[in-house]
């Protein structure tokens, strides 16, 4: 069905759609709409589930760690300081191999208090063990959180999907919302590697210093398989819906000597932008990253082969650069990288077009917008 | 009193004269089928180092601040699976100072869960630092010449929430706990008992005495037992204590613990006041 929706309407949809059977949450702007719909949904009977009113974030993931180690499908969400709050349970959870999916609506963090967009609070959780996906628009939103549920579960790690304050969140756009039936067919019953609550077991015991290494080495292991993971459910989703989701997204980059490297809602800016500079005979391309964890770094290398790079990085890793440069850097080895739109400073169409284009031209400097 | 099986296996690895392990053994008699959410501290260890445990129940370890919110997920999960089993937190007062929120939040939601904080007055499992519930002028690792406030009437507190059950216990009235639990399974909502647990190495007093150390305080008044299920009223091992005549000497309690080594009379007198102010305060509950 196509309807018009926020990104953060879109989001409470798939969670309903996906039979999610917990909920907890706790607001923050940008997030909270979600939660709002979601609270709706459950208390008039639309969803069949326990909406659980917890009072920080820290509680909101450790009700759902709760509710996903003893068996059920489970959704939080948050941005910024909220995730922040909770980040102990964010490696918590990753660490007990516990699937649930949690949407982070990007903004930056404070202070100054600002409630706009940047990716640095979703890029704080990539190391923890999550797999971490983020959407270009309202419809990858969508689509990513049903997904979410389904490789989470296969894999036994939890999952998030970001997308970005205001731009997704809060801005309409048409979506096409499958049926329930076939939602259904993608995502099967949830499964995990244990269930709690049955059995005389303990979970997350003192063990010796070699166990700890041993579980984390197959939590490494396990993510880097995800890759392959990912990449089915993406094709089975495409089949049933018509609609690609795999690891990243190749625009205009076969022919391309240029290519730009970045992720999230304003990379349908920076494809328009391209456009331009195609119509002006430049050959640039975009990789649009849809997952940072697993980060695909072969697969990214191939797609990159002899191009000249440039990653867009909304996010800073101070004193070293932006987060996506340092990992494409690790993949293709050198790469210029320019950090942009930091704490939800606007960068379109025209600035993408002039960036692009002194890349190219071997002239990019920093100016008031961004910096090198 | 029945035993079915022991809920804390023998072999494990608590102190010498250890209370948890008093309390955790009457957590098995009072309870059937409890799921147990531990956060960090000393039970951590109690529970066992992988690949042995020592409970025998589903035990699940979470951190510090985060167990009232986890178990109220548990709950929820068993709601929908219709699964009648009693999702306990075994916090001690470390636990719920640090989680605070957490137990506060869970309490407001009326979560169908009971929370106990073993309350050995001290973070015991870190080596002994103050905490909300360290007895005034009791010296700790992070007050060496004592400590210098009250402590906080967390139980109190908790009633404060409006919450369907709330008590108080001692491992030196395990008959009086046992009974607690046993009703407080049969309530539904969120169930608090703040348990007394005198800690040997803490207080400084000989690990033989841990029973008798918890007796003493509630002779002495200085731990009031007490129960309120809709209606507030004294426990029977407090109840003589209302009257202040009856009460045991304050200052042999103290003096039995290295904790108030070097304490004035001045000093026990003026907690000896605070002791009254809190029995006037509680019996100002009686018949509300």
Partial sequence: MRTIMTGNQ???????????????????????????????????????????????????????????????????????????YMYEMVWWVANARVPLV??????????????????????????????????????????????????????????????DAFQLSHTSEVVDIPAQQTVDEFLPERKQSYVFGDEAFTVGCIGPNAYTAKLRKETFETLREAESVIEKASREYEELTGRECGLFEEYRLDDAEYAVVMMGAWSGDAKEAIDMLR???????????????????????????????????????????????????????????????IGGVDVGVEEFRSMFRAFVDNKLVSCPNWWL | MEYSEPILLPGN???????????????????????????????????????????????????????????????????????????????GDGGADIGFATISGAAVRNEDIIVIVSDNEAYMNTGIQSSGTTFWKAKTTTSPAGKKEERKDLAAIML??????????????????????????????????????????GWRFDSSKTVEMARMAVKCGAWILWEYDGEF????????????????????????????????????????????????????????
């Fill in chain 2, 233 to 288: 009223r004294f426990s029977p091992a407090s109840k003589p204590y209302k009257n202040k005549e009856k009460r045991k000497s304050l200052a042999e309690y103290m003096r039995a613990q290295g904790r108030f080594k070097g304490i004035s009379d001045e000093e026990i007198a003026e907690i000896e006041k605070a002791i009254e102010r809190q029995w006037k305060f509680l019996e100002a509950m009686e018949g509300l």
């Fill in chain 1, 279 to 341: 119509e002006e005979g430049v050959p640039i391309g975009l990789l649009k990253l849809r997952y940072v964890r697993p980060m695909p770094y072969r697969k990214i290398q191939r797609a990159l082969d002899g191009k000249n790079v440039l990653v867009v990085d909304r996010d800073c890793s101070m004193g070293a650069g932006g987060v996506l440069g340092i990992e494409i850097k690790a993949s293709v080895g050198d790469c210029t990288n320019v950090i942009a739109g």
């Fill in chain 1, 102 to 163: 949690m949407t982070i609506v990007t903004r930056t963090i404070g202070p100054p208090w600002n409630i706009h967009t940047d990716h640095t609070d979703l890029l704080t959780m990539r190391d923890a063990g999550w797999i971490i996906a983020m959407a270009e628009n309202v419809q990858e939103a969508f689509d990513l959180t049903i997904q979410g549920f389904r490789i989470s579960e296969e894999v036994s790690l939890p999952f998030t999907a970001g997308m």
């Fill in chain 1, 10 to 84: 879109a989001v409470a949809h798939a969670v309903k759609l996906s039979r999610t059977e917990v909920i907890a949450a706790y607001p923050i702007t940008p997030q909270t709409v979600i939660v709002e719909k979601l609270a709706e949904m459950v208390d008039s009977g639309e969803l069949d589930a326990e909406f659980i009113r917890v009072e920080s974030e820290h509680s909101a993931l450790a009700a759902v760690y709760g509710s996903a180690v003893a068996g059920k499908r489970s959704f939080t969400a948050t941005s910024s300081h909220g995730l922040l």
């Fill in chain 2, 160 to 201: 404060m929430h409006r919450i369907p059950y709330v008590a108080t216990a001692s491992v030196g009235y395990l008959p009086d706990f046992i009974d607690k639990l046993k009703r407080a399974k049969e309530v539904k909502g969120f169930r608090f008992i703040q348990l007394h647990s005198p800690c040997p190495p």
């Fill in chain 2, 13 to 91: 690895p608590s102190c010498q004269g250890c209370p948890h392990g008093l309390g955790l053994k009457a957590l098995g008699i009072g309870l059937d089928n409890p799921v147990i959410v531990i956060p960090a501290g000393c039970s951590t260890i109690i529970a066992g180092i992988h690949p042995k445990a020592t409970i025998n129940a589903p035990v699940l370890h979470v951190p510090f601040a985060s167990a009232p919110a986890v178990a109220s997920g548990i709950a929820a999960a068993f709601r929908r699976e219709g699964k009648d089993r009693q999702v306990v937190v075994w916090m």
